[in-house]
């Protein structure tokens, strides 16, 4: 069966010149690149090289402001439990319900420990009240922690504006945000619109890279301190051997996705033509974050009367790799935090599916999703005691 892969939010298939530029680093180049000895050298240089992509990446910023990571989470991580350790004077943090549980439950964490957590909400379509943000602001908050593209619903938030309404309100706040569904999609430029950003996260799985490694830029002269602390390697930054096949993996899949910028645009058609042909073939469905500015690649639609779990196991059937709104977790079916936050009516929230696209999308493969989606959704209502098969529409 062919395998049509959908689920890019999930994770990237990794780019083959990807693999090829780590390989080296897996055999002959296992030196340690803190190791004196020359032949550790150029081990040494390709960590250095792969932070000047990053920085590249994120518009050209200095690139030892940089740390690597095993991943966005331990980036998230990092910037808060470091942020919080620097300032301890102050105790108020301001973040949104539809974060990544990477950030919401280091900030449901920090609730624990004491500090006063300020979760924004967002309205039906999934975007901030920029109002109630500014009110949010006081003289004791430490740090605004919000995301820029939504891994869910791919709805962006305006995290340029909302830094520089941070940073102008008081420049002693720190402004992080988790770019990890943004950064190799759309263009991020920390030297432009957005040098009002202290510190953002990124994943190397989301751009093509490789899985298990990351980065947390640190804006020169921000109030942090390092969160996994151990050797003097990131200059007392961030302890551990460097994961260095992985770092270079991350490197040369940032290079990559700024070749690839112009893609940008055909992945949004693919993406608009699915949305359509889904929109055009089956009733009583909406989109989730129609009226927000989205990330290109990501669709994720709200199918009333059925339920997402099925629709993705008739999908897998089919060859289809997307995902539901919903996580089961521990036995019970929740629906998604983010789409519990925008309000979805009882009949759509545990219907939800997003398609997320990639540069690797073709043009048949999103013709065959368009084929194969509305007989799913027609095969499960038939199977639901709210839907009339007659007319196609709810009893
Ligand atoms: N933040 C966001 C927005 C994400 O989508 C993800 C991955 N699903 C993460 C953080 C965690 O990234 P990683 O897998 O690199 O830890």
Redesign the pocket.
Known sequence: MTVIYADN???TAIDPQVTEAMLPYLQDQYFNPSSMYEVARPVANAIEKARESVAHVLGGIEANQILFT???????NAAIFGTAKANRSRNHIITTAV?????LEVCREMERDGYEVTFLSVDRSGRLNMQEFVQALQPDTLMVTI?????ETGVIFPVDELARITKETDPAIIFHT????SVGKIPLDLTGAFRYVDML?L????LHGP????ALYVKRGTQWRPFIIGGHQENGRRGGTYNVASIVGLGSACDLAREHRDDEKRIAALRDRLEAGILDRVPQVEVNGQDAPRLPNTLNVACHYVEGEGILYQLSALGICASSGSACTSGSLDPSHVLKTMELPFTAIHGSIRFSLSRYTTDAEVDAIIDAFPKVIANLRKMSPYWDTKTNQPR
Do not use: F, I, L, R
């Not at 095993?70 to 998230?76: H, L």
């Not at 988790?178 to 569904?181: F, G, K, W």
């Open positions: 939010n999930a994770t095993s991943g966005a989470t331990e980036s998230n974060e990544h549980p990477a950030v995301m820029h593209g939504n891994n988790d770019a990890t569904q996260s994943s190397g799985h989301k899985k298990g490694v990351g």
